[in-house]
């Protein structure tokens, strides 16, 4: 049962889901015009949170008091993350973000974000919350079964072939940086291959850069991230 935190999400910014399920950190709101299968989705949506809390050493759902609400909403036109006024994660209503595919695409960037807003990170690096969540996105993306070794690839691609000024582009100049750390031996396809599945390694590095860059700008080793628009 919803507590009076979760609740109050639900009844303010999720009027139009009739139905709702939960697990130990999520809940799911949805309407009949869900396209995908609610107990596969939660589940799904459950193990990006396991798989973020156990690489960040955190928990939203203690800080906040409140499970993180993914649900349709028409306050919203892009999937979005968001602690103010409630933990939750809308997702707009449109056709596409109904296949349950797209939906879970979605949430392994946006409940990220909710790490970062907790971790050491966010005071001094405010807007380095999309390059690290694209990060974490990858590993996110390998528990529930999407390709995220393509996806870190292409974030590392974006760094060094297309170069354009994106978020994915810092992201691969994150994935470098763990590169050098810890599989400086190791080929490209190999360090993707092998880092994205071992869980303590991602976490030590994740931990690493917490403590790196709490008191200093990110921007002092990366790419300076200030003059970047939206994905
Ligand atoms: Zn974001």
């Given at each position: 049962?919803?507590?009076?935190?979760?609740?109050?999400?639900?009844?303010?910014?999720?009027?139009?889901?009739?139905?709702?399920?939960e697990s130990v950190d999520v809940i799911?709101?949805?309407?009949?015009?869900?396209?995908?299968?609610?107990?596969?989705?939660l589940d799904?949506l459950q193990r990006?949170m396991d798989?973020?809390k156990?690489?960040?050493?955190?928990d939203p759902t203690q800080?906040?008091?409140?499970k993180v609400?993914?649900?349709?909403?028409?306050?919203?036109?892009?999937?979005?993350?968001?602690?103010?006024?409630?933990?939750?994660?809308?997702?707009?209503?449109?056709?596409?973000?109904?296949?349950?595919?797209?939906?879970?695409?979605?949430?392994?960037?946006?409940?990220?974000?909710?790490?970062?807003?907790?971790?050491?990170?966010?005071?001094?690096?405010?807007?380095?919350?999309?390059?690290?969540?694209?990060?974490?996105?990858?590993?996110?993306?390998?528990?529930?079964?999407?390709?995220?070794?393509?996806?870190?690839?292409?974030?590392?691609?974006?760094?060094?072939?297309?170069?354009?000024?994106?978020?994915?582009?810092?992201?691969?100049?994150?994935?470098?940086?763990?590169?050098?750390?810890?599989?400086?031996?190791?080929?490209?396809?190999?360090?993707?291959?092998?880092?994205?599945?071992?869980?303590?390694?991602?976490?030590?590095?994740?931990?690493?850069?917490?403590?790196?860059?709490?008191?200093?700008?990110?921007?002092?080793?990366?790419?300076?991230?200030?003059?970047?628009?939206?994905?």
């Open positions: 049962m919803p507590n009076t935190h979760e609740k109050k999400v639900l009844d303010t910014q999720f009027p139009r889901c009739s139905n709702i399920t799911f709101a949805y309407s009949n015009q869900f396209k995908g299968n609610e107990k596969p989705t799904a990006i798989c973020l156990e690489v960040t050493c955190l800080h906040y008091h409140s609400v993914v649900g349709y909403t028409d306050q919203s036109t892009q999937p979005n993350w968001s602690g103010n006024g409630g933990h939750r994660v809308h997702i707009p209503i449109k056709l596409e973000y109904y296949a349950q595919d797209k939906l879970l695409d979605a949430c392994t960037h946006e409940l990220a974000h909710s790490f970062y807003r907790l971790s050491a990170l966010h005071i001094s690096n405010e807007k380095w919350g999309d390059p690290f969540c694209e990060f974490l996105r990858g590993p996110a993306k390998a528990q529930i079964g999407q390709n995220g070794i393509s996806w870190w690839y292409d974030c590392i691609k974006e760094h060094t072939e297309t170069k354009r000024n994106t978020f994915r582009n810092v992201t691969g100049q994150i994935l470098l940086y763990a590169k050098d750390k810890y599989y400086s031996q190791h080929t490209l396809e190999a360090f993707v291959r092998e880092f994205i599945l071992d869980e303590n390694k991602v976490s030590e590095f994740t931990l690493s850069l917490f403590t790196e860059f709490s008191n200093k700008p990110m921007a002092d080793r990366f790419y300076p991230v200030e003059k970047m628009g939206k994905r």
